[in-house]
């Protein structure tokens, strides 16, 4: 491990999280604040992403460990928020919202799983 990977996630990392918090505010703003909209979306779009960046790294671009690990660690790392949906979870069982729980749970795998075939599948088009 070199301090130089370590510069490179750091940065990725301060990109992701300064994305997350404006997106996160962003759907909030939107859709309120009473169901965790924010968090299923910054997974879902991260989800569509590292699915896009590997099939173009398999398929037309082979970058650096530094600048894979930057994108893929960094900011992608920082960006979605399975920690969060944790919380999330939680916080909703202790209201007492049991089929909010359940659906956030379904519908985030389900939909982050989506995303990243559906990443793969229209980068796999792009770069074929």
């Not at 173009?56 to 928020?81: E, I, K, N, Q, Y």
């Not at 985030?108 to 770069?127: D, P, T, Y």
């Amino acid at each position: 491990m070199s301090i130089k990977l370590i510069v490179w996630v750091a940065a990725g990392g301060a990109m992701g999280a300064v994305a997350r918090y404006l997106s996160m505010s962003a759907v909030g703003h939107w859709f309120g604040h009473g169901f965790p909209w924010g968090t299923i979306v910054v997974n879902v779009v991260g989800s569509f992403v590292l699915g896009a960046l590997v099939e173009t790294f398999a398929l037309v671009w082979s970058p650096s460990d530094a600048v894979r690990t930057m994108l893929v660690v960094g900011v992608l790392g920082s960006f979605t928020t399975f920690s969060t949906f944790s919380l999330d979870i939680q916080t909703l069982i202790a209201r007492g919202s049991f089929m909010a729980a359940g659906g956030y749970v379904a519908g985030s795998v389900v939909a982050g799983i989506m995303a990243f075939m559906a990443g793969m599948a229209i980068f796999r088009l792009i770069w074929s």
